[in-house]
């Protein structure tokens, strides 16, 4: 197989990866395979960095790679490549025919059913994904030295940077399978990003800003991205340790996302069917406040997380996954929802577009009457360290951000702890912002609880 260059940049055209899947299953079948599926996907991006005016690093990638996943009735094997020669795919699907030949049956195993998979219409949906940004290292690096520029001189207490970065990235995929699926789609993004330090010695603080987009056009002017980042590190000077007390937390929107992903975590198929989740067994309960909702577009135009089908070629539905406070439904694939005696929900591979709101949000819930309905305790804009138990629902991370009097910020604090339980912090949710933000596949206003455990010094 000869590799073209078309003119996106890639160096495998869409139909030779449908060739390579087509031999593959063809392989598969000739050594009695009852089923199977492969992908080929190639990723192509240029990175750059400059830290304080000078270029620090630019990082070119270019990666190939063909999974293959053979059944024999319910054992599964898998293997991979990146190799795409006729004799590298000929080995690989033998590894994986052989892989299954000596694995256990699970009676679970199998690729998705016939009904579940997307359509040809469905598979062909066009969400806009794919905007190629045609930029070179030159160009990239002078885009990174404006953002940072743009930071060390807000203030002139911003002393130092940690750098700034410029990233443009770009993949393509074609699957399929013995059922009768096919599909594949192209898709980018591309981010700039800077981390500004303010002050000096052991009263240094830092923080940083960035904006990703699906296409370049949409991201945020490098100065912007520059100057708020470089505010953002300044706001955090003189900052100071609180006494332990229990009051409300108010989440910045830029980390309740986190809240999002931990419920989304507690309700996927791999923790339910491990029972390795505390809310095992909550469909149709009440496990958030009762004017929280969360819906999930996986078709939005351009969104960070759209996709016409999943991972295992299950079609994709918009949804509602929270009314009222109330699990109307998980997230599977369609191993873990067998394993639950549940249908697939297309989540081979994770969630998509989620949105949490609640009905109590007014249009004017910027920030500012967030804090007016936070009144007196913490307003988190950093959480550090991994302390989120979905097994057990215990939470407890560091934190930084700033004490609020009279709706009012105060000072700003660091070196404290959060803590409480993820059910009970769920159910205390007083009110969502309407200053949303997204972050990932994920898109949430500032989230208030109404009381936390607050451990100072």
Same mark, same amino acid.
């Given at each position: 197989?000869?590799?073209?260059?078309?003119?996106?940049?890639?160096?495998?055209?869409?139909?030779?990866?449908?060739?390579?899947?087509?031999?593959?299953?063809?392989? !598969?079948?000739?050594?009695?395979?009852?089923?199977?599926?492969?992908?080929?996907?190639?990723?192509?991006?240029?990175?750059?960095?400059?830290?304080?005016?000078?270029?620090?690093?630019?990082?070119?990638?270019?990666?190939?790679?063909?999974?293959?996943?053979?059944?024999?009735?319910?054992?599964?094997?898998?293997?991979?490549?990146?190799?795409?020669?006729?004799?590298?795919?000929?080995?690989?699907?033998?590894?994986?025919?052989?892989?299954?030949?000596?694995?256990?049956?699970?009676?679970?195993?199998?690729?998705?059913?016939?009904?579940?998979?997307?359509?040809?219409?469905?598979?062909?949906?066009?969400?806009?994904?794919?905007?190629?940004?045609?930029?070179?290292?030159?160009?990239?690096?002078?885009?990174?030295?404006?953002?940072?520029?743009?930071?060390?001189?807000?203030?002139?207490?911003?002393?130092?940077?940690?750098?700034?970065?410029?990233?443009?990235?770009? !993949?393509?995929?074609?699957?399929?399978?013995?059922?009768?699926?096919?599909?594949?789609?192209?898709?980018?993004?591309?981010?700039?990003?800077?981390?500004?330090?303010?002050?000096?010695?052991?009263?240094?603080?830092?923080?940083?800003?960035?904006?990703?987009?699906?296409?370049?056009?949409?991201?945020?002017?490098?100065?912007?991205?520059?100057?708020?980042?470089?505010?953002?590190?300044?706001?955090?000077?003189?900052?100071?340790?609180?006494?332990?007390?229990?009051?409300?937390?108010?989440?910045?929107?830029?980390?309740?996302?986190?809240?999002?992903?931990?419920?989304?975590?507690?309700?996927?198929?791999?923790?339910?069917?491990?029972?390795?989740?505390?809310?095992?067994?909550?469909? +149709?309960?009440?496990?958030?406040?009762?004017?929280?909702?969360?819906?999930?577009?996986?078709?939005?135009?351009?969104?960070?997380?759209?996709?016409?089908?999943?991972?295992?070629?299950?079609?994709?539905?918009?949804?509602?996954?929270?009314?009222?406070?109330?699990?109307?439904?998980?997230?599977?694939?369609?191993?873990?929802?067998?394993?639950? +005696?549940?249908?697939?929900?297309?989540?081979?591979?994770?969630?998509?577009?989620?949105?949490?709101?609640?009905?109590?949000?007014?249009?004017?819930?910027?920030?500012?009457?967030?804090?007016?309905?936070?009144?007196?305790?913490?307003?988190?804009?950093?959480?550090?360290?991994?302390?989120?138990?979905?097994?057990?629902?215990?939470?407890?991370?560091?934190?930084?951000?700033?004490?609020?009097?009279?709706?009012?910020?105060?000072?700003?604090?660091?070196?404290?702890?959060?803590?409480?339980?993820?059910?009970?912090?769920?159910?205390?949710?007083?009110?969502?912002?309407?200053?949303?933000?997204?972050?990932?596949?994920?898109?949430?206003?500032?989230?208030?609880?109404?009381?936390?455990?607050?451990?100072?010094?």
């Amino acid at each position: 197989m000869t590799p073209t260059r078309p003119e996106s940049g890639f160096a495998y055209r869409t139909e030779q990866f449908q060739q390579v899947v087509e031999d593959s299953l063809a392989l !598969a079948r000739q050594l009695g395979a009852s089923d199977a599926g492969a992908e080929a996907s190639e990723g192509v991006g240029l990175s750059v960095s400059v830290r304080m005016g000078e270029l620090e690093n630019v990082e070119r990638n270019r990666d190939k790679s063909l999974g293959v996943s053979v059944y024999l009735g319910q054992r599964r094997g898998n293997a991979s490549t990146s190799d795409f020669s006729p004799a590298a795919i000929r080995q690989t699907v033998q590894a994986a025919y052989d892989i299954a030949r000596f694995t256990a049956e699970d009676p679970a195993a199998g690729p998705p059913d016939a009904s579940d998979l997307a359509s040809a219409d469905e598979a062909t949906r066009d969400l806009d994904l794919f905007h190629p940004w045609d930029i070179d290292a030159a160009d990239a690096a002078e885009i990174a030295g404006r953002c940072e520029a743009a930071a060390l001189t807000v203030d002139k207490r911003i002393t130092n940077s940690e750098g700034a970065g410029v990233s443009a990235q770009q !993949a393509h995929f074609w699957a399929g399978n013995s059922r009768g699926f096919r599909g594949g789609y192209a898709s980018s993004r591309h981010y700039v990003s800077v981390s500004p330090i303010a002050g000096r010695g052991k009263a240094m603080q830092r923080d940083a800003w960035y904006s990703s987009m699906r296409d370049a056009a949409d991201l945020a002017a490098p100065e912007a991205v520059g100057r708020y980042a470089a505010e953002r590190a300044l706001a955090r000077l003189q900052s100071r340790r609180v006494a332990t007390a229990e009051v409300p937390v108010l989440f910045e929107s830029t980390v309740a996302a986190g809240l999002l992903g931990a419920y989304v975590q507690a309700t996927s198929g791999g923790a339910l069917y491990r029972k390795a989740s505390f809310l095992v067994g909550c469909l +149709g309960e009440p496990v958030l406040a009762d004017h929280v909702d969360i819906v999930e577009d996986p078709h939005q135009p351009k969104g960070k997380g759209s996709a016409p089908f999943d991972d295992e070629g299950v079609h994709t539905r918009p949804r509602t996954v929270i009314a009222g406070g109330v699990v109307q439904g998980y997230f599977l694939s369609s191993y873990s929802a067998r394993k639950l +005696g549940m249908k697939t929900t297309g989540h081979a591979g994770g969630s998509q577009n989620l949105a949490m709101t609640s009905r109590l949000t007014r249009p004017g819930d910027d920030l500012d009457a967030m804090l007016r309905k936070l009144g007196r305790g913490l307003f988190v804009t950093e959480l550090m360290g991994q302390g989120v138990n979905v097994v057990t629902g215990d939470y407890s991370r560091g934190a930084a951000g700033f004490w609020v009097e009279g709706g009012r910020l105060v000072h700003p604090v660091h070196e404290v702890t959060i803590a409480g339980h993820l059910g009970t912090m769920f159910k205390d949710i007083v009110a969502i912002g309407a200053d949303v933000y997204t972050q990932g596949s994920k898109s949430i206003g500032s989230v208030l609880v109404q009381r936390m455990k607050l451990a100072g010094g």
